[in-house]
C-alpha cells in the first residue's frame, strides 16, 4: 500500500468519454507547478493511455491511503475555459435528475466539447539519415523538437517520412493538445484623466484621450477607423490615461446591426409587470400568461436593463433562433454590442468566442435556443424563456434535459428570477403559479388595445357533404382573397410538409413504406422523390405497385406542396412563399424567407408550424389553419394541450397592427374542447377541463413520469433486454413497497426507426427520485440501446 506525497492535494476527476459504464470519479495527484482548480480541463494517464479529465473536487488527503501509488496530473489543458463551481453543481443535478453519465451532463457546458485532440507526432530517432532527403527532414524535425505527420507529410512527401520512419530516423508517438484556438482581439479603454497635464503640447493623443472619455472603451479596430495609429495608442497607455487589453473577438450575429431604438412606453399591465420581476431579490420563477400581442418582449428588454445597470448578466432563451428574428431584433436594436446571439449557424469557432464573452463579461446578454442556457456567465441576473411551453426546450438526445429545469437550477444558484413567458402556458407550469410554487403575472390586453381576431370554425365534413374536395374551404378562400383585395398578407398554416402524406396501391392496399422504418413515405414533388421524415431515406415514385404489379397507384392526403399548388390554382396572382423544413435546409433561409414577407414581398406565407412561432407582422390580417385537429388522435397525454397551444398562437399572427385580425379554423373535430377553447382564445377554459382529465388519470403534473426506450437491430434482443430491465425494476419495486408503477414493456409509437425495434417502458409515481437514483446502479438499465428519458413529452 502507497501513500500520496505528504502536502500535496488529490483531485477527483471524472474522464471526458461516453463510455456508459465510466461513471465514477478517479483520484489524481496534483503537482505543486500545476494550477488545478474545480472544473480545469486536465491530460492524465489512464490505464494504457492518456485521456481529458474534468476536475470535479479537490480535497487536501484521502479519507483512507489508496490500495495503490496514486498518478499525478501530467498538464493542464485549460483554464480558460474551466467550469465554474455552479457548472459542477448543475452538471451533478442533471446526472441524478436525468439519469445519465456525469461526463454527459458536464459535456453540456463545453462549446468544444472534446477539448484534445489526438494525432501523431514525430520527433528524432536514434538512427542516422541516409542520404539528402533524410538529413533535410532530420534537420526540419530538429529545429522545432518535433512536428505533426501530415505536416512533414505535406511538405516531404509522404513516402519520404514513411521511409523516414521505417529507418528509425525518426519515430512517432501520441500527442495531445487542445482543439481550438481561442480567437482574440485588442481593445483600448479610457484608465484616468487625473494626469492629463502630462499631454500638453500633443494634440492627437489630447483628441485620442477625449473620444476615449466619451465613448469609454472599443476595439483598436475602430479607433484606427477613426483616424488613431496603433502607435498613437500604444504611446498614449504609456501615460497611464488609457489600457491595452485582449478579449475574445466579437463575432457576426444572425442578422445585421440596425438602428438603435429607445424603450416604449409601457401599458398599465406591463409596468405592473417589470415592478413585480423587477423587485424580486430571490430565484422565484415568474409565469408570464400574455395573450398574443401583449407586448411581453417590451417587459423582456425593460427588466434586462435593470440587470445590465446592476452590472449582471441575462440569457434569452427562444424556441428556434432562425425562425425567431423579432426578439432578436429588438434586442439588438436596445442593446447594440452587448447582444451575442449562440445559434447552430456559427462555426465552432465563433460560438467559442461568444461563449468566452459571456464568460469574461464582455457581453450582458445572450440570446439562443435550448443549448444556450449552458452558456457560461460571471453573474446571471436573470433568465428569460420566451414561448416557454414550445416542445424544442426538451432535449430529444442523451441526456434529456429540459431547458427550463436547468433554467430554474441554475437561478436557484446565482438567486436570480426565471420568467417563462407564453400566451400559452405549459400546463404543469400553469398548474404550479395557481398552487403557488410560481408566481403568476397576467397580460390580458393586447397593446394598444387591439382587439383579438375573430375566429370562424369550419366543419370540414360539411364541405365534403357540399362537394368540395380541395384542402382549402371556400370560407378561407374567401378570406384569402380579400385580404389579397386589401392589400394585407395572410399566413396559412399546415403542420404536415411534402406534397403527399403516402401513396398506396388501390387493388392491393400497399403503402410504400421506409426500409429502415415502419413508417409511410412522404412524396415530395418538388423533389421528385418518396422521402422518410424519420430517416431522410429517399425512394422513387413508384409506377406499379411493387406487391401486386397493378398500375392503380394513387397519392393520398396533403401537405405544405400540395396547398401551395392548390393555392396558386386558386390564386394565381397571388405572391405565395413556403417556410418548412424542405425550404429552410440552406442556411439562414429561413430568416431570408421570413424578412422578405415582413418586406411585403409575398402575400401568403403558408408553412408547417415554424410560422406560428413568436412572429409578429403587422401586415398579417388573417391566417388560415388546416387539419386543426392533426394532433388529437395521437396516443399521448400531450395531445389536447399541443392541439390548443398551436391553434391559439397561429391565430394570434392575426391582427396585430391597423387592421382586425380574421381566422379561419378548419377541422373535423369541430366539437373538441381544444378547438372550441382555442377559437375563442380561452386558455383558462381549456385549463380547467384538461387539468381535471389529468387529474382523473394521474398525468402529469399530479405523477412523475420517466420513459425508458429500448432500440436495437434485432427483434428477439429488443425484447430481451426490456424484459431484463422491466424485471429489474419490478424487483426494486417490489423491495420498496411499490413505490412507483411499471407499465410495459410495449411496442412504441413507430415500431421501428433507422432499422432499429423500439419499445418503451413507462414510470409513474408521486416522486421518482429513488427509483432513478436506483437506475443509476441497476446493470440492466446500462445496456446499449436503453435510453432513460425523465419528464418525456
Known amino acids: 500500500m502507497s501513500e500520496t506525497p505528504e502536502g500535496s492535494k488529490i483531485a477527483e476527476i471524472i474522464i471526458n468519454t461516453t463510455a456508459k459504464r465510466l461513471q465514477q470519479t478517479f483520484s489524481y495527484i496534483v503537482p505543486d507547478h500545476l494550477d488545478v482548480r474545480i472544473g480545469s480541463r486536465v491530460l492524465v494517464p489512464f490505464g494504457h493511455r492518456r485521456e481529458e479529465g474534468i476536475v470535479v473536487a479537490l480535497r487536501e488527503h484521502l479519507d483512507e491511503a489508496p490500495a495503490f501509488e496514486l498518478k499525478p496530473i501530467e498538464g493542464l489543458l485549460s483554464t480558460q475555459t474551466g467550469f465554474q463551481e455552479e457548472m459542477i453543481r448543475t452538471a451533478l443535478w442533471i446526472r441524478d435528475y436525468y439519469v445519465c453519465n456525469l461526463s454527459d451532463a458536464l459535456r453540456l457546458f463545453m462549446i468544444d466539447k472534446k477539448g484534445l485532440i489526438r494525432g501523431a507526432v514525430l520527433s528524432l530517432g536514434p538512427t542516422a539519415p541516409q542520404g539528402p532527403r533524410q538529413t533535410q527532414l532530420q534537420a526540419y524535425v530538429a529545429e522545432r523538437g518535433e512536428v505533426e505527420k501530415g505536416t512533414l507529410g505535406r511538405k516531404f512527401g509522404d513516402a519520404a517520412v514513411e521511409q523516414a520512419l521505417k529507418d528509425k530516423v525518426l519515430i512517432s508517438h501520441i500527442s495531445y493538445r487542445n482543439r481550438i484556438k481561442d480567437k482574440m482581439e485588442d481593445w483600448l479603454s479610457f484608465a484616468a484623466d487625473d494626469n492629463e497635464d502630462i499631454l500638453h503640447g500633443r494634440r492627437r493623443q489630447q483628441a485620442l484621450l477625449a473620444a476615449l472619455k466619451e465613448k469609454g472603451e472599443a476595439p483598436v479596430s475602430y479607433w484606427q477607423k477613426e483616424g488613431f495609429s496603433r502607435d498613437l495608442m500604444r504611446r498614449l497607455c504609456a501615460t497611464g490615461l488609457a489600457r491595452w487589453s485582449q478579449r475574445p473577438t466579437r463575432t457576426a450575429n444572425i442578422l445585421p446591426s440596425m438602428q438603435g431604438d429607445a424603450p416604449l412606453t409601457l401599458t398599465a399591465e406591463q409596468e405592473k409587470a417589470v415592478k413585480v420581476i423587477g423587485s424580486d431579490e430571490t430565484s422565484k420563477t415568474y409565469v408570464l400568461h400574455g395573450v398574443t400581442g401583449s407586448g411581453k418582449t417590451e417587459v423582456y428588454m425593460h427588466l434586462a436593463a435593470q440587470v445590465l445597470e446592476r452590472g449582471k448578466q441575462v440569457v434569452v432563451l427562444v424556441p428556434e433562433i432562425a425562425l425567431t428574428g423579432q426578439i432578436v431584433r429588438r434586442f439588438l436594436r436596445r442593446f447594440d454590442d452587448d447582444v451575442v446571439v449562440m445559434h447552430s449557424q456559427l462555426s465552432q469557432g465563433e460560438k467559442r468566442n461568444n461563449w468566452l464573452r459571456m464568460q ?112 382549402v374551404s371556400d370560407a378561407l378562400l374567401d378570406l384569402l382573397q380579400a385580404t ?75 401537405g405544405t406542396e400540395k396547398v401551395e399548388a392548390q393555392l396558386h390554382e386558386l390564386l394565381p396572382t397571388a405572391r405565395i412563399v413556403r417556410l418548412d423544413q424542405d425550404t429552410t435546409r440552406r442556411k439562414h433561409s429561413g430568416d431570408r424567407i421570413i424578412e422578405a414577407f415582413r418586406r411585403h414581398e409575398y402575400d401568403i406565407l403558408l408553412g408547417t408550424q415554424m410560422v406560428a412561432k413568436g412572429h409578429d407582422f403587422p401586415g398579417v390580417s388573417a391566417v388560415g389553419i388546416l387539419s386543426a385537429d392533426s394532433l388529437l ?86 425484447w430481451r433486454k426490456a424484459n431484463d430491465v422491466a424485471a429489474a425494476l419490478h424487483s426494486w419495486n417490489k423491495e420498496h413497497g411499490e413505490a412507483v408503477a411499471v407499465i410495459g414493456p410495449y411496442e412504441d409509437i413507430i415500431k421501428k426507426i433507422r432499422g432499429k425495434y423500439r419499445l418503451v417502458l413507462t414510470l409513474t409515481g408521486d416522486d421518482l427520485t429513488a427509483v432513478k437514483l436506483a437506475m443509476q446502479h441497476l446493470p440492466a438499465c446500462w445496456q446499449s440501446g436503453v435510453i432513460i428519458d425523465a419528464d418525456p413529452l
Open 360 to 471: 469574461s463579461g464582455t457581453s450582458h446578454i445572450c440570446i439562443g435556443a435550448r443549448s444556450a442556457v449552458f452558456t457560461a456567465a460571471q453573474s446571471l441576473g436573470l433568465i428569460i424563456v420566451d414561448e416557454a411551453h414550445d416542445s424544442s426546450y426538451k432535449q430529444d438526445e442523451a441526456p434529456r434535459y429540459h431547458a427550463v429545469a436547468v433554467a430554474r437550477k441554475r437561478a436557484e444558484y446565482y438567486g436570480c428570477p426565471v420568467i417563462l413567458g407564453s400566451a400559452t402556458p405549459a400546463l404543469g407550469d400553469y398548474y404550479r403559479a395557481l398552487h403557488g410554487d410560481y408566481v403568476l403575472v397576467e397580460l390580458k390586453e393586447r397593446v394598444g388595445k387591439r382587439p383579438l381576431p375573430s375566429v370562424q370554425v369550419v366543419d370540414m365534413r360539411d364541405e365534403l357533404a357540399r362537394g368540395n374536395y380541395r384542402v
Open 484 to 558: 389579397l383585395v386589401a392589400k394585407q398578407q395572410a399566413i396559412v398554416l399546415l403542420n404536415r410538409r411534402g406534397f403527399s402524406t403516402f401513396v398506396m396501391c388501390r387493388k392491393c392496399g400497399y403503402v410504400v413504406k421506409c426500409d429502415t422504418c415502419d413508417v409511410a413515405m412522404v412524396y415530395h414533388r418538388q423533389a421528385e422523390k418518396m422521402r422518410c421524415h424519420y430517416c431522410d431515406a429517399e425512394k422513387p415514385i413508384p409506377t406499379v405497385c411493387p406487391s401486386c404489379g397493378s398500375k392503380y397507384i394513387k397519392f393520398f392526403g396533403s
Open 633 to 718: 388522435n395521437l396516443p399521448a397525454y400531450w395531445a389536447g394541450e399541443r392541439t390548443f397551444q398551436l391553434l391559439t398562437q397561429a391565430a394570434g399572427r392575426a391582427g396585430r397592427g391597423d387592421v382586425p385580425g380574421r381566422v379561419v379554423l378548419q377541422t373535423y373535430a369541430p366539437d373538441h374542447y381544444a378547438i372550441q377553447c382555442a377559437a375563442r382564445q380561452d386558455y383558462k377554459a381549456f385549463y380547467d377541463q384538461e387539468i381535471e382529465a389529468r387529474r382523473e388519470l394521474g398525468y402529469p403534473p399530479f405523477q412523475e413520469m420517466a420513459k425508458i426506450l429500448v432500440t436495437d437491430e434485432d427483434e428477439t434482443a429488443v
